[in-house]
């Protein structure tokens, strides 16, 4: 179960990765800032979580997840023009990304002791800082903030995974159907365009 | 006096979740992104503040504050328009917010054997590095930086703080007069629109 | 050597202040936004690092450094039309920061048990990281994102220390090497206006 986990977290990864490196090649950055964009797209909400938690950083303690982002960072400029033209292939992925991220970053806080909201708070966290450290550099208001029904998956998918916890079933279902809750919940927002509608004021 | 002071502490918070959400508003952001903005400006000071300071991330420890950011992030927009009709009340509450959060935030790092400079750093950055990310999330050059006198009062009564202290006053007394100082220069500097002028070369 | 390291990181620590000062001036920030810049030019690099690897920041320990870019802030703006018209003193002094900060960083860390990859990692963040930062809050595109060859020397500097530590050299000789090379690649690059191409699409 532990390397499943694993193993899909690394493929959510590589994806981030791939979204960083185009971003940056919209910015016309030169190579390195394609690496380091890639690099933040992917594990910079894992990196944040993993430090409010006070637990080690988890690529410091295995460099494979560093090894896989140069890698799609890499690749990518050659495969630009056609993942861009495969662009429903990258937005399915980039969607599973999304729900891996939120449930294992959700997970991880609860195994070390994290309250139901700070477990979900981080489960978001893992899945979209990256993205809005990515905007920021990129001299953007991050698109999650605006137009997009992309945490709102997260957050309900995080919730689910606690709930389930709570009510103690098998961790494998646990983390089964609350990533297929927020696939499938981000899946359904992309193919209607949902979004939610800018506050404004009463 | 440790229920005094979170109490206070809560008090800021809540004041600089409403600004937050103000001003997330402001950029036409959906309800995730209003939430985002509102946590980070009230809690995103202290949390690089205990990251620093290798202590454990207050919210964490204790949900509370993240009970009241969500509330505050609820209502604002109901309130919008009464709030802003009301400026001059909230001006007021963040005066006091950053009276309590640069005290409070100074206390905390002597109390965990920082040297006074850092002290006094770590009190600024509860202060006004939530209000610094919420203004780079939303695009725009930090308005601490550039225009108001916000800072300063901070810094003055973090270092009030720090003298107090080494004078071996009582801990309730310097934190009260450490307030009042810091609370008392931000309200003439509103009162008489001061400001530090930009920097020029000679 | 230690000592010699310390006070070779001072120095690269004073040029970063400035150049952050200096930065802060064009934005026409406060006298509090110039030391803040200065502040994070010169110190977030490491004070990230330090945060990642999970060791104590290293101003907090000894906070010469916190003197010294205190120092910098309060003199750029007297020196500034001086330093300018001098500009070529500067970028040769910010090419010695960025060697000895990306070599040190890499030693640090290496230190600290990081696998090579990170170490490298570790030391381009030393150097760069505060760049981006400073330019983060003065809302633009981080600059060696882009247009400079910057961050390349830094990286073939930190992987030849962890080449030549595994090698098994003497530290010593170990730091003085990789320190020129990174300062030689640095001033080649400078002196024909040498840079990485934006990545295109293939």
Redesign the interface.
Known sequence: MEELINGLGLIGIAVFAISGALA??R????????V??ATVTAIGGG?IRD????V??F??QD?MS??IVIAMAAIT??W??ML?SRMSILVLADACGLALFAVTGTEKALNFG??P??AV?MGVMSAAAGG?IRD???????L????EL???PA?IGGACLVLLHMAGFDQKLNITLACMITLSIRLIAIKYSL????????
Chains 1, 2, 3 share one sequence.
């Open positions: 940056a090649m910015q016309e950055m030169d190579a390195f800032g394609l380091v964009i990196t430090i409010i938690l006070d080690p950083v690529w410091v460099p560093l090894y400029p050659f630009g023009r861009e994290a309250t909201l700070v708070m809005m920021v550099l990129c001299n953007e208001v991050p999650v903030l605006k137009k992309y945490a709102l957050i979004s939610l509608p800018p506050v404004e004021k009463r």
